[in-house]
């Protein structure tokens, strides 16, 4: 006689004397990346929960990637181990931050967009009598101390308040401080040359042992604070925005949401600077700009 049960097709509605229902659910495999993807979801759903900030729609190979480093650095085996340390531990969450804010970022980089903006976007605001920028997800600071020499260089510093922010705190300490590796000038010095730079890039610094020390005339023009594009309403309206090479590392749903609110943060006919791989083309805004050099990711604001 054949038994009509198989391995795959066990009968799991199986009750005891009281009529509970005692079976276990048995998965059908043991899929790896299915776990960690559950164990993901738990881990940005305990930090939500927890502190508050919302890493649920990042860019899901991303956020794995940085997530795995994280755990590398602290000696774990599996992610879960991970979200206890960072549940119970408010340095090792601030670690996770720092994992997750770094991006590889240098003074003038895409020396090309910076020439544009000198070219194509200091005229406009030269017509402002004041001008506002925020520079989002400033990192270290490196392309904000950037945006400060150039617009020093355009006679627009006097000017000028730069808003400098980003999710981590260690960074914005980092960034305020405005010292960096003196090994780093060289190649600094000539991204400022291509971006077209107009002095010597050494004028701008004074070198201390193995540092270089950012000007404070440079740093007293920037105001650094903390701010979650994720959850944080915006603060002021601005002239221009600069939010590069950030968007890449959201989804869909999060990318709609930021361009949303740096949409609203923008005043009439104000400048929005992307990275060079992101764009308001698909955007459910991207009627309200126009181009001004899409090949570097400069548009701007319609009436």
Known sequence: MTSDVSDNNIDTNESNADGINTSVAKPLKNDKESLENIELDLLCEGIYRHYGFDFRNYARSSLGRRTKNLMELEGVKSISALQDLVLHNSAVMERFLLNLSINVTSMFRDPNMYAAFREKVVPILRTYPSIRIWHAGCASGEE???????????????????????????????????????????????????????????????????????????????????????????????????????????????????????????????????????????SSIAKDYKAIDESVSIFQRKA
């Open 144 to 282: 904000v101390y950037s945006l400060a020499i150039l617009m020093e260089e355009e006679h627009l510093g006097d000017k000028t308040k730069i808003y400098a922010t980003d999710i981590n705190e260690e960074l914005i300490k980092s960034a305020k401080a405005g010292i960096y590796p003196l090994s780093a000038m060289q190649e600094f010095s000539e991204n400022y040359m291509a971006a077209g730079g107009k002095r010597a890039f050494s004028e701008y610094y004074h070198a201390k042992y193995d540092s270089a020390i950012f000007s404070p005339h440079l740093r007293k023009r920037i105001v650094f604070s903390k701010h979650n594009l994720v959850s944080d309403s915006s603060f002021n309206e601005f002239n221009v925005i600069f939010c590069r090479n950030v968007l890449i590392y959201f989804n869909e749903t999060l990318t709609t949401q930021v361009h949303s609110l740096l949409h609203q943060s923008l005043c009439r006919f104000g400048i929005l600077v992307l990275g060079s791989n992101e764009t308001t083309e698909f």
